[in-house]
């Protein structure tokens, strides 16, 4: 079957790959659509060793189940299906208290087995749910990102607020707008430095846009909530500027989320957490129960995950990456469709 491969750092390439049957718990995926994470494309951009090559890449995907294993029993083959972006064990102690995206020993496609940037991918059964009619399959394919805005939105839920920000109006950044409008009602101010992003996020419901190369994002957040500051902030950039902003523009009990993986190392001033009694809270993937809201959100019209994305077949695949990775103008998110 034909696949884009990661053969080696620096390289990418269309080439066949052995088509494996699916083990007993498994179904073989024909793919219909699988969204180009950002977190692929840092690996291939600074040699990642947690995506080493060779590898086949993508999690975000959905598809038509063209093979069931032995020992399914729930699924049938022409069964329309969006997959989790993890396989989780189920019997640890996170999986038991319902931490299944922070299971210990997870295995994530594209990462520790082969992914869907390919004709075919296999995947456990208890990964799966249904693909609703109706919802266009480069929609679909991206109730994982969108999935992980609402679990920005879950882990911070014990607070109250209106008002938000979000930095960075990438992939994550807008499901999360998305989700923090469409489920707290929240009044969503969005920063980045591209034009036309934030003009996505503008189109998208954002009450403001803010360019940081123009106009101080604390300032503005500042002079807009009478010196407050925003009740919750996400940050899905991850620089170390990113995330002290993130902090400096939330108010006093407020909460900042941090879903960015840009930098690893920050320095910041501890105080200004503890006297003002503000909130970091990490957040990592999603739950498959959030994955179905994400769908229900998008086949209600409630979230948009079409207007701004890049479609690609398989056979143009290298050039989504490359087009993503240099990331100009309306090249936002890519979507490889074999």
Not at 23 to 35: F, H, L, M, Q, Y
Not at 65 to 80: H, L, M, N, P, T
Not at 183 to 190: I, M, T
Not at 216 to 235: F, N, P, Q, R, Y
């Amino acid at each position: 079957m034909q696949a884009l491969y990661y053969p080696a750092f620096d390289q990418l390439e269309i080439r066949d790959v052995e088509d494996v049957a699916p083990k007993p718990d498994e179904v073989k995926i024909k793919v219909a659509a699988c969204g180009l994470c950002g977190s692929e494309l840092e690996s291939v951009k600074n040699h990642s060793p947690r995506r080493p090559p060779p590898l086949v890449m993508g999690h975000e995907f959905c598809g038509v189940i063209a093979e069931a294993g032995s020992a399914v029993k729930d699924w049938a083959v022409g069964a329309r299906v969006v997959s989790n972006s993890l396989v989780p064990c189920g019997k640890c102690v996170r999986c038991d208290r319902g931490d299944t995206h922070l299971c210990a020993t997870r295995q994530i496609f594209g990462m520790h087995r082969p992914g869907a940037f390919a004709e075919y991918v296999n995947v456990p059964a208890r990964c799966l749910i249904p693909w609703p009619e109706g919802l266009p399959a480069e929609a679909a394919a991206l109730a994982e990102p969108m999935a992980n805005g609402v679990h920005v939105v879950r882990v911070s839920k014990h607070l109250p607020g209106n008002t938000a920000l979000v930095i960075g109006a990438g992939p994550i950044g807008l499901f999360c707008q998305q989700a923090l409008q469409v489920l707290r009602g929240a009044n969503v101010y969005v920063a980045d430095l591209s034009p036309e992003r934030l003009a996505v996020a503008k189109k998208l419901g954002a009450v403001r846009v803010i360019n940081p190369r123009e106009e101080d994002v604390t300032k503005v957040i500042m002079e807009e909530t009478a010196g407050e500051g925003a009740d919750l902030s996400v940050d899905a950039v991850g620089s170390g500027l990113t995330k002290r902003t993130s902090l400096d523009a939330i108010r006093p009990g407020g909460a900042s989320v941090w879903i960015g993986l840009h930098e690893n190392s920050m320095t910041f001033d501890s105080y200004g957490i503890t006297l003002p009694e503000k909130q970091v809270l990490g957040t990592y993937a999603a739950t498959i129960e959030e994955l179905k809201l994400s769908l229900d959100l998008m086949a209600a019209g409630k979230v948009d995950a079409l207007s701004w994305v890049q479609r690609f077949p398989l056979s143009e695949g290298v050039t989504a990456f490359r087009r993503m990775l240099a990331a100009k103008g309306n090249d936002i998110k890519a979507v490889i469709c074999p």
